[in-house]
């Protein structure tokens, strides 16, 4: 089977720095993405990674290790408005789109 | 805003009702999805449409029924639906058939419950 497995919550401190773990097994691989979801409201697009290494962009960085199977974002300087469920997805190698089930973030003052 | 709206964002139905969602988006994309998001569980792809044919039916009861009469609206049409089909449901959209490769514009989900 193919799955995608990520925390099911973090708690992390306002201003501080969290990781949150993606680990992968699918029928190929085309690419990863993060998407970050508030409560009631939409996912919305944060990252897409192809190629091993890191992505920056503002306090937000993914990093990719397609060798392990593995993905994580890394959230710098928090702040309570990233309190959000962050969700991983992978592309297989059918162009299918298979979705952790994401990971809920709780930032504490 | 994402440019992607779904009414309505809450409903509540009966076992016999007939009801429909609706999503409508403004981005000029010619693919557009349904997803449903229960608690804890991963997204799940319902309905893919590409330039108003449906492309992809991921073994969707057939309680649920889509429609999509152009690029810019879809429909779910709902019908004698179950308690377990309470959940959110997501309509998302992207510049042309790219699920996998490119990025989803999400709407903000009717939050349906079924008694």
């Known amino acids: 089977g193919q799955n995608i497995d990520q925390p099911t919550e973090m708690t992390a401190t306002e201003g501080a720095i969290v990781q949150i773990n993606c680990t992968y097994q699918?029928?190929?691989?085309?690419?990863l993405f993060w998407y970050q979801q508030h409560a009631g409201e939409a996912p919305t697009f944060l990252s897409y990674?192809?190629l091993d290494g890191l992505e920056e962009k503002g306090r937000f960085s993914s990093f990719l290790s397609r060798s392990k199977g593995y993905s994580y974002l890394l959230l710098k300087e928090l702040q309570m408005k990233d309190s959000a469920s962050y969700l991983c997805?992978?592309?297989?190698?059918?162009?299918?789109?298979?979705w952790g089930a994401g990971t809920k973030l709780i930032i504490k003052p | 805003e994402t440019g992607v709206t779904q009414t309505p964002r809450h409903l509540v139905m009966g076992m016999t009702n007939k009801k429909s969602l609706k999503c409508e988006q403004h981005?000029?994309?010619?693919?557009m999805y349904w997803y449903k998001q229960s608690a804890k569980k991963p997204l799940e792809l319902m309905f893919v449409?590409?330039?108003?044919?449906?492309?992809e039916n991921n073994s969707v009861p057939s309680r649920f029924s889509p429609e999509c009469p152009n690029s810019s609206h879809l429909f779910l049409h709902l019908h004698t639906l179950q308690p377990e089909d309470s959940a959110l449901y997501l309509c998302?959209?992207?510049?042309?058939?790219?699920?996998?490769?490119?990025?989803?514009?999400f709407g903000e989900g009717s939050r349906l419950t079924v008694l």
């Open positions: 449409y590409n330039f108003k044919e449906q492309t």
């Open positions: 981005l000029g994309h010619n693919a």
């Open positions: 997805a992978v592309t297989n190698s059918n162009y299918q789109l298979i």
């Open positions: 998302a959209s992207s510049p042309e058939r790219e699920v996998g490769t490119g990025e989803l514009f």
């Open positions: 990674n192809v």
């Open positions: 699918t029928s190929g691989f085309n690419g």
